[in-house]
């Protein structure tokens, strides 16, 4: 596999990074220790320039290249938060905090982004700028989003932006990707239905809540089924049930259930929020109680942009010899903020044969990191070629 042999070379060196990360995980926009760790980096590796504090928590490095008649800058992004779980792999080096693990990976995606930072300052064999975009809270926290408030594509004069995840099942070393939509939007919604408690016993007095909800529970499940094109892809489902009394011979005065949406268009998206609303209220209607909808919008759909996409497959090929065409993924990405504000793309690495990501047995395959690297750092040099 021709990946760079700077990165055979640094493999040690960043699995070590890769593996300090992964023993002190930090959730959301907690990442101080990592976002330090990321910063002393960049600027032992001589960065031109090393801010921190973008987003919150997050850090950018600028790689300038040996000349920049292009006038070209192109961003690359690694994410850096954990998820809040507790590691069951047993390794040596899994994490010291409690109920904290990087389950997703990203402390492989941080590692092979600082490699690929250690490359291109030390060759620079480029025209134009290179940007390391280091992203906090990723899992549920939209510090994508916050780091694009902060005014970093404009800060920087980003013209295209580039991510990376590993993806567990496919071969190590192997890409796969998918041009326009390819991640889901992620929503959720949480309902209460209020009714009228009472005994047990005596349900005819009651307005009974439970009924209320399982019914809701039920007739959800019929935006996917019946009022959603065939074609269309949307996931509706309720995940937590609680009512307001634990007791065995009690009709709840109050129930809450909760659950997320995946959709991968607006038009899905609007569909979804309209008959949550419309099918909670009528049946807490018909049932003689009240239904209150809170419908909150996550993540946005995250959708590759073609030019970017072929681009992005062109220089999978170029170290792995292919690039598979992706699945569609109902689990959502922050990335899509960066990519509403810039063209780019979004690639998977396999990451062989191991546990799948948020599951407390995976592991980051350090197998996988100069492949990865290559890619980071071959994105930058074949789309500003040195002068």
């Not at 995946?262 to 049946?283: D, F, V």
Request: aromatic share 8%; with cysteine.
């Amino acid at each position: 596999m021709p990946v760079k042999n700077r990165f055979a070379e640094l493999h040690g060196e960043i699995t070590e990074w890769r593996r300090d990360i992964h023993q002190h995980p930090e959730i959301l926009f907690d990442t101080h220790r990592t976002s330090a760790l990321v910063a002393e980096k960049l600027r032992e590796f001589g960065c031109d320039e090393v801010v921190e504090g973008i987003g919150r928590t997050g850090v950018v490095g600028v790689i300038r290249g040996k000349s920049d008649k292009s006038g070209r800058v192109i961003g690359l992004r690694a994410d850096m938060d954990a998820l809040p779980m507790t590691e069951a792999t047993g390794l040596d080096y899994a994490s010291k905090t409690p109920g904290a693990m990087h389950a997703c990976g990203h402390d492989g995606h941080t590692a092979m982004l600082l490699g690929a930072a250690k490359y291109l300052a030390e060759t620079r064999n480029f025209d134009g700028t290179a940007v390391m975009i280091f992203q906090p809270a990723e899992e549920g926290g939209g510090g994508g989003k916050e780091m694009c408030d902060d005014g970093m594509m404009k800060r920087w004069g980003i013209h295209e932006v580039y991510g990376m995840h590993n993806w567990p099942g496919k071969p190590v070393g192997s890409f796969a990707i998918r041009s326009g939509p390819f991640f889901a939007a992620t929503d959720m919604f949480n309902i209460t239905f209020e009714g009228l408690g009472g005994h047990a016993a005596k349900p005819h007095e009651t307005v009974d809540t439970t009924v209320m909800a399982a019914q809701a529970v039920t007739a959800l499940q019929t935006i996917a089924s019946r009022n959603a094109d065939p074609v269309d892809r949307i996931v509706v489902s309720v995940t937590s049930f609680e009512t307001s009394s634990k007791a065995f011979n009690v009709i709840p005065q109050r129930v809450e259930i909760k659950g997320t949406v995946r959709t991968m268009s607006p038009e899905m998206r609007n569909l979804a929020e309209k008959r949550i609303s419309e099918i909670c209220q009528g049946i807490a209607a018909t049932f003689g109680g009240q239904a209150e909808i809170d419908y909150i919008r996550g993540y946005p759909v995250m959708e590759n942009h073609p030019e970017q996409t072929d681009f992005a497959i062109e220089v999978a090929k170029s170290i792995s010899g292919d690039c598979d065409e992706a699945p569609l993924v109902m689990g959502g990405e922050d990335f899509a903020f960066m990519l509403e504000e810039r063209p780019g793309a979004y690639i998977l690495l396999g990451n062989g044969d191991t546990a799948m990501v948020h599951h407390p047995k995976y592991n980051f395959n350090d197998e996988a990191i100069p492949t990865g690297c290559s890619w980071l750092a071959e994105v930058v040099e074949k789309r500003m070629p040195a002068a």
